[in-house]
C-alpha cells in the first residue's frame, strides 16, 4: 500500500509492520431539535473552529479515505478488550493465537498503536500525544523499550495554519553514533477541493553511502464531491490512489504504486460494503499479485462486541490464511 515516510520511519525504527488508517473525528451529529436533550449517553457533538475550515489536514492524510477502504488482515483468533479510561487516554488489551505468526499478549496504552511482533523483537510501545482538539499546535512522542533498554524513539510535532499544516519528525536520532532519520511535510490548501504538499527526508547512517542520503516527494490532492484523488511523485517511487462513494452502501478504492529502488509495481483495488440497519460490514481487495482479501464485521449489539471474519487467498502460491477476530469494547 501506499506508506508515507513518517509511517515508514515507524516501521523501520520503531518496529510498526503495517499502515493503519485512524478513525476520522470530525465526524459530526445532528443538533437535536429545539426544546429537547440530547440521548442519554450519546456523545457531544465537536465544536468546530472556523478559523481552520479551510485547513487541508495533515500530509499523512492525504489518502485517508483510500486507505481506510482496504481491509486489514490477520491469521489465527484475535481477542480485543478495549476500555477508554477517559477522552484522551486509551487501552487495549490484545490476545493472538496463530500457527504462521507469533502467538502472544499484548497491551497497548492506545487502540491506535499496534506494532508488529516478531519472535525476536518483543517490544513495549508507548506513544502519547499532545494538543487540544482542532487547536494549532500537536506534539507526539513514541518510545520503544526492549531488553530494558530504549529501542528506539520518535518525535513528532505538528502545526496547522489557517490554510496550511507543517509538520516535523526526528526517529532515533543519536548524537554519538551519528544516525537518526528526519522527516519534514507541508501541506497547503490551494482551492477549498485541491490541495499541494512536499515531504524531505534526511537520514544519516554509517552503513550509507557518503554517511547520508535525502528524497525528496511532492504530493497533491484533488476533493470532488463524489471522488477524492491523491497522488505522490519522489525520487524513490510514484503512485496514486483513488476513492469514491457510489452510493450509501458502497465505497470503493484504488492504489498504484512503483518503486525504482525494489523495482517494483504494486496495484490494488477494494471495496467496503456497509448495511448500517444490520450493523454489517465488509471490506475486500485484490492486487497484482493474486492476493484476493476480505474482512467481514457483525456488531453483536445491544452488547459492545464486534465479530470478525478474515480471510485471504494467494491464487499464485495457493496460500490461504483465515482468521476470526472478537473484540469488547469501543
Same mark, same amino acid.
Given at each position: 500500500?501506499?506508506?508515507?515516510a513518517?509511517?515508514? $520511519?515507524?516501521?523501520? +525504527?520503531? +518496529?510498526?509492520?503495517?499502515? &493503519?488508517?485512524a478513525?476520522?473525528p470530525?465526524?459530526?451529529? =445532528? =443538533? ?5 436533550a440530547a440521548?442519554?449517553?450519546?456523545? %457531544?457533538?465537536?465544536?468546530v473552529? %472556523? ?6 489536514g ?9 486507505k &481506510? ?6 491469521? +489465527? ?10 477522552q ?5 488489551h490484545? $490476545?493472538?493465537m ?16 499496534? =506494532? ?6 518483543? =517490544? ?13 499546535l ?5 518510545? *520503544?523499550?526492549?531488553?530494558s533498554?530504549?529501542? !528506539?524513539t ?11 499544516t507543517a ?5 532515533n536520532?543519536?548524537?554519538?553514533? %551519528?544516525?537518526?532519520?528526519g ?10 477541493k485541491? @490541495?499541494? !504538499?512536499?515531504? $524531505? ?5 554509517p ?10 516527494? @511532492? ?14 511523485? +519522489? ?6 490512489s ?17 518503486s525504482? *529502488?525494489?523495482?517494483q ?8 460494503? &456497509? ?13 497484482n499479485?493474486?492476493?484476493v482479501?476480505?474482512?467481514? &464485521?457483525?456488531r453483536?449489539?445491544p ?6 471474519v478474515?480471510g ?9 490464511? $483465515? ?5 469488547i469494547?469501543?
Open positions: 500500500m501506499l506508506c508515507n513518517t509511517t515508514f $520511519l515507524i516501521k523501520m +525504527g520503531l +518496529g510498526v509492520s503495517k499502515c &493503519e488508517a478513525p476520522d470530525t465526524i459530526l451529529l =445532528p =443538533p437535536p431539535p429545539p426544546g429537547t440521548p442519554r449517553g450519546a456523545p %457531544e457533538a465537536p465544536v473552529n %472556523e478559523k481552520f475550515k479551510n485547513n487541508p495533515s500530509y499523512e492524510d492525504l489518502s485517508k479515505k483510500c &481506510e477502504i482496504f481491509p486489514q488482515p490477520f491469521e +489465527g483468533a484475535k481477542v480485543m478488550i478495549n476500555k477508554s479510561l477517559n484522551g487516554f486509551h487501552v487495549s490484545t $490476545l493472538t496463530s500457527l504462521h505468526h507469533p502467538s502472544g499478549y499484548r497491551l497497548n496504552d492506545l487502540t491506535s498503536a499496534s =506494532p508488529a511482533v516478531t519472535p525476536e523483537r518483543r =517490544p513495549l510501545v508507548l506513544l502519547g500525544e499532545h494538543g487540544p482538539q482542532r487547536e494549532a500537536k506534539t507526539k512522542f513514541v518510545v *520503544q523499550v526492549m531488553n533498554k530504549f529501542a !528506539g520518535q518525535f513528532g510535532l505538528d502545526f496547522k495554519g489557517r490554510d496550511f509538520s516535523a519528525t526526528l526517529a536520532f543519536n548524537l554519538f553514533s %551519528e544516525t537518526g532519520i522527516v519534514v511535510h507541508f501541506l497547503q490548501a490551494i482551492t477549498p485541491l @490541495c499541494v !504538499g512536499a515531504e $524531505l527526508m534526511y537520514q544519516q547512517a552503513q550509507i553511502p557518503g554517511g547520508a542520503a535525502t528524497a525528496l516527494t @511532492c504530493s497533491g490532492r484533488l476533493t470532488t464531491d463524489e471522488s477524492i484523488w491523491s497522488a505522490f511523485a +519522489g525520487t524513490n517511487n510514484l503512485g496514486m483513488y476513492y469514491r462513494r457510489l452510493n450509501e452502501e458502497i465505497q470503493i478504492g484504488v492504489e498504484l504504486e512503483n525504482y *529502488q525494489q523495482q509495481f504494486i496495484a490494488a483495488i477494494g471495496y467496503q460494503f &456497509e448495511l448500517p440497519k444490520a450493523n454489517f460490514s465488509m471490506k475486500a481487495m485484490i492486487d499479485n493474486w492476493t482479501t476480505g474482512v467481514l &464485521e457483525k453483536l449489539l452488547m459492545p462486541f464486534l465479530l470478525s478474515c485471504s487467498l494467494n491464487h499464485v502460491k495457493n496460500q490461504f490464511r $483465515l482468521g476470526c477476530g472478537f473484540s469494547g469501543a
